[in-house]
């Protein structure tokens, strides 16, 4: 990825609460995707942030901080099929159609 | 709706030889992407069209080409492959939007 860091590899335990850190250095920034891939399937979508703030959907959350270049991804009640990859990228105002990428986050759940 | 659709899902090439990967976006997106996904490197952008126009490009070699027809499926074209070029290729369809990403299977490329 390009300015774009995760932590590469983390674990925790079923039912367990995981955040996933994701830091990002860009100019023109749009907003910050959360992305989970499992093993040999196609990455799918989890959250967008634009604006500063926590915004949640079920067990997951995504947190966004613009003037720190900081974002997370907190998984809550985890479960074993939560193991997989999590990718966090960007996108740019000045280059449309183009998502920037972190190299991914293996989460290992373990029971 | 019918999501992305990468074909064909796994492919096996010698080096030398070209290689044509096809992608079906969601039907009413216009915008296509290309990444190249390997363990090293991650997701790589390669491309980007909207309305048959090459909006974007990444920094791969000239060897790495595509194109968007009419319907807005797109295809990628490798030539001369050689065996870094093994990776997951996929491609992403959006309503040509700054959000909404959606990503197909991939085409698994093996270049012996």
């Not at chain 1, 985890?78 to 190299?103: E, N, P, V």
């Not at chain 1, 991914?104 to 373990?110: D, K």
């Not at chain 2, 791969?60 to 065996?83: A, D, I, K």
């Amino acid at each position: 990825g390009q300015n774009i860091d995760q932590p590469t590899e983390m674990t925790a335990t079923e039912g367990a609460i995981v955040q996933i850190n994701c830091t990002y250095q860009t100019s023109g920034f749009n907003g910050l995707f959360w992305y989970q891939q499992h093993a040999g399937e196609a990455p799918t979508f989890l959250s967008y942030n634009v604006l500063d703030g926590l915004e949640e959907k079920g067990r997951f959350s995504s947190f966004l901080s613009r003037s720190k270049g900081y974002s997370y991804l907190l998984l809550k009640e985890l479960q074993m099929k939560d193991s997989a990859s999590y990718l966090c990228a960007y996108d740019r105002g000045s280059t449309l159609g183009r998502l920037y990428f972190g190299r991914g986050t293996q989460l290992t759940v373990w029971p | 709706k019918a999501g992305v659709t990468q074909t064909p899902r796994y492919l096996i090439k010698t080096r030398g030889q070209q290689v044509t990967l096809s992608c079906s976006p969601i039907s009413g997106h216009r915008s296509v992407s290309w990444y190249q996904q390997t363990p090293g490197q991650g997701l790589q952008f390669l491309f980007e069209y909207f309305s048959e126009t090459q909006r974007n490009k990444g920094n791969f070699p000239g060897r790495f080409s595509g194109r968007q027809f009419s319907n807005s499926r797109s295809e990628m074209n490798v030539s001369t492959l050689e065996l870094g070029d093994s990776a997951l290729y996929l491609c992403a369809s959006s309503l040509g939007q700054n959000n909404g990403y959606t990503f197909g299977s991939g085409t698994r490329l093996t270049v012996v």
